[in-house]
């Protein structure tokens, strides 16, 4: 199915370093979308991604559309207590209005 | 407010009851979604609706689960008989339509949990 495989499930790190997940499927994606869930909130968008080959910036944070269209990665640059919580992949199932998203990955910073 | 609006935000029942969650959308928006987050789980597409219908409804786990939406805005998911396997948070979404470059916007969500 269409099904997205994010990874590593859980990072744990030090502040001021670098952090970088991915998110894989079998299926062709035309749309990756990065978000971000705080505790007791819900998931915001960081970052969307609607072409191959595509790389976007937004602050310390770097995500890139797969030349495949079958995956994405999303890059955090000297991480900071903030960027603590739960980032998701998401797509666009074709045909379909509804986003399928990833397991998710939880970043745990060590000050 | 500006966001969406999810009540209650936590909700304890006992299994056999019936219980209510209620979204308010983004004023404008046309797109709704719910979804369910099951703890350390990603995001379970529930149902979307676009206006007052449901084009899809695909993701309701049973019949136990209903949804509807009026004049649209406010949307109720509505769990009858509810199971200790329905706990989980109930995430609702809009959007200003259901293109794909129409972003989502969460709640908070509201946190069921059936004893």
């Known amino acids: 199915g269409q099904q997205l495989n994010q990874s590593p499930q859980s990072m744990f790190i030090q502040e001021g370093e670098d952090v970088s997940m991915n998110c894989t499927s079998s299926s062709i994606f035309n749309t990756w979308l990065w978000y971000k869930q705080d505790p007791g909130e819900g998931p915001v968008l960081l970052i969307a991604?609607?072409?191959?080959?595509e790389l976007t910036s937004n602050g310390r944070l770097t995500a890139q559309f797969g030349i495949t269209r079958k995956d994405s990665f999303l890059n955090i640059s000297a991480s900071i207590p903030s960027d603590v919580g739960i980032y998701f992949c998401a797509s666009i199932i074709q045909g379909a209005q509804k986003l399928v998203f990833g397991q998710g990955t939880r970043l745990t910073i060590n000050p | 407010g500006a966001g969406v609006s999810q009540s209650p935000s936590n909700k304890v029942t006992e299994k056999g009851k019936d219980v209510e969650l209620r979204c308010d959308p983004i004023?404008?928006?046309?797109?709704l979604y719910w979804y369910r987050q099951s703890l350390g789980q990603g995001l379970e597409f529930l149902i979307y609706?676009?206006?007052?219908?449901?084009?899809?409804k695909s993701g309701l786990p049973s019949d136990r689960f209903s949804a509807e939406r009026t004049g649209g805005s406010v949307s109720t998911l509505t769990i009858q008989r509810t199971q200790q396997e329905d706990s989980a948070v109930y995430l609702c979404?809009?959007?200003?339509?259901?293109?794909?470059?129409?972003?989502?916007?969460f709640g908070n969500g509201t946190r069921l949990t059936v004893t």
């Open positions: 991604l609607y072409k191959a080959g």
């Open positions: 609706f676009q206006g007052n219908s449901a084009p899809d």
């Open positions: 979404a809009s959007s200003l339509d259901t293109g794909y470059n129409s972003p989502l916007h």
């Open positions: 004023s404008g928006h046309t797109a």
